[in-house]
């Protein structure tokens, strides 16, 4: 029987973290799991938060994960990872882009972001294991900081494991063309990240 894996990505509009999540279901099932996927996108689209729900398994029945379930948690942002902590349990482990975007509250002075290190003492305090990656300015290194999400990607396949070959062939599958190339060689430098 197939262990049932399960997954959150939070990020913010424009981040392509449907992309991601498209990317994971479809390499849950490329590498022989049932699976299934959820996406919650937040009012405003672009800068809103935007939370995926992914389950591999041997017959996965739902789309989300309940509270206190999440296996492999992928923060694409700070912030957005500190909010959907709860998702979380003691096993959890935790993926974060070491990365900061400002919501319109902190931008227009209504509000102040959280302190970073804050954040970082607050996941360690309820999870078992965070690996941060740096994952935007790695991709903004490659020429194209969109593709950061490839990047935590290649991350997320050095701790969940399963052929290399076939989450590479996923992502070349989902992106455009143009950038299909640029995508596979943001994986391996996730893929290849030291944590």
């Not at 931008?107 to 290190?117: F, K, L, R, T, V």
């Not at 596979?184 to 990240?193: E, P, Q």
Request: charged share 25%; hydrophobic share 45%.
């Amino acid at each position: 029987m197939k262990k049932t894996i399960r997954f959150l990505i939070t990020g913010v509009g424009g981040q392509g973290t449907i992309l991601a999540s498209d990317i994971l279901a479809e390499v849950g099932l490329r590498l022989g799991h049932d699976a299934k996927k959820s996406d919650i996108l937040g009012l405003a689209v672009r800068g809103g938060s935007v939370v995926s729900h992914i389950i591999w398994g041997e017959n996965v029945r739902a789309p989300m994960i309940d509270r206190g379930t999440a296996d492999y948690y992928l923060s694409f942002e700070w912030l957005e990872g500190l909010r959907r902590l709860v998702y979380t349990n003691k096993d959890t482990v935790v993926l974060a882009n070491d990365w900061r975007i400002d919501p319109v509250s902190v931008s227009s002075g209504q509000a102040d972001y959280p302190d970073e290190d804050g954040i970082r003492a607050a996941i360690r305090e309820r999870c078992a294991g965070l690996r941060e990656i740096p994952a935007t300015p790695l991709a903004v290194e490659m020429g194209n900081a969109r593709v950061f999400n490839s990047v935590m990607m290649g991350g997320l396949a050095q701790l969940v494991g399963g052929d290399a070959d076939v989450w590479r062939s996923v992502i070349a599958d989902r992106v455009a063309p143009k950038v299909r190339d640029l995508n596979v060689r943001a994986f391996d430098a996730g893929l290849n990240h030291t944590f």
